[in-house]
């Protein structure tokens, strides 16, 4: 991974993390109280529900577990391509990004289509749409390495156990970011399901849409295009 640009990587998996932060707090307060990405918070929440005989939350957090490895199932083999012409990541890992795209404005349409307040039927599809958008995310990044934009309690760990051991860790401030971004992601989220639904898809598109162009920038052939020609 040397030959890529680090602070340009580390830079966009931070922003997509804000996706990641609107995600789940979409999904937790307008989608029947589960995660897009958490899935242990999910997999707790479906052992509640088995106990305390809530088949709501039981089908919530189902279709979020099943949606979650439907977007992993379909992501990782697209991700882990091995074609390297890029100066952020691999095309690949873009490309994998650019379905989740397309997963996250197919939400956007039904979220808005439901009046920014889904029940039901609808409500249940939207949870499995955005915890497959997230698994395409979570398998996108899993291909740069040790790292994550989705699952950030080992992010949380290894960043706490190298401050009090003395010892830096790999990525420190990338690490501090991506918590950052989903606590701000969650922050934002909440402030526009509460007050304004209605623009919750330019929370949830925008970052993964900048993140995009942004890789797709670094690619060698749009260098090739888009780099003047000197003539020898």
Same mark, same amino acid.
């Given at each position: 991974? +040397? /030959?890529?640009? %680090?602070?340009?990587? !580390? ?6 993390? %804000?996706?990641? $932060?609107?995600? !789940?707090? =979409?999904?937790?307060? @307008? ?27 039981? *089908? &919530? ?5 099943? $949606?979650?490895? *439907? ?7 697209? @991700?882990? &391509?091995?074609?390297?012409? $890029?100066?952020?990541?691999?095309? +690949? ?8 795209? #397309? %997963? ?9 289509? *439901?009046?920014? =307040? ?14 497959? *958008?997230? $698994? ?6 899993? /291909? ?16 706490? =156990? ?22 701000? #992601? =969650? ?10 639904? #209605? ?15 942004? +890789? ?8 090739? &295009? ?5 003539? /020898?």
């Amino acid at each position: 991974m +040397s /030959r890529f640009h %680090v602070p340009m990587r !580390d830079s966009l998996v931070v922003l997509l993390t %804000v996706t990641t $932060g609107a995600v !789940d707090a =979409a999904s937790f307060l @307008a989608l029947g109280h589960v995660f897009g990405s958490v899935i242990t918070g999910n997999l707790v929440l479906l052992g509640v529900a088995a106990n305390a005989s809530q088949p709501a939350l039981a *089908a &919530h957090s189902g279709v979020a577990l099943a $949606g979650y490895m *439907a977007g992993v199932a379909i992501g990782a083999p697209i @991700a882990v &391509h091995t074609d390297n012409h $890029g100066r952020t990541w691999p095309p +690949s890992v873009t490309v994998t990004l650019v379905v989740e795209l #397309g %997963v996250l404005a197919a939400f956007s349409i039904a979220w808005e289509l *439901a009046g920014a =307040a889904p029940h039901g039927a609808v409500e249940l599809a939207l949870v499995a749409v955005l915890a497959a *958008a997230m $698994g395409l995310q979570a398998a996108a990044v899993r /291909r740069l390495g040790q790292m994550s934009s989705t699952y950030l309690t080992s992010t949380l760990t290894g960043l706490v =156990a190298g401050l009090v051991t003395g010892s830096k860790p790999d990525g420190m401030q990338r690490s501090l970011g991506v918590l950052a971004a989903i606590v701000a #992601g =969650a922050a934002l989220a909440s402030i526009i399901v509460k007050t304004v639904p #209605g623009l919750l898809p330019v929370l949830v598109l925008l970052p993964l849409a900048v993140v995009i162009v942004s +890789s797709v920038a670094g690619f060698e052939w749009v260098r090739d &295009h888009l780099t003047p020609r000197r003539d /020898r």
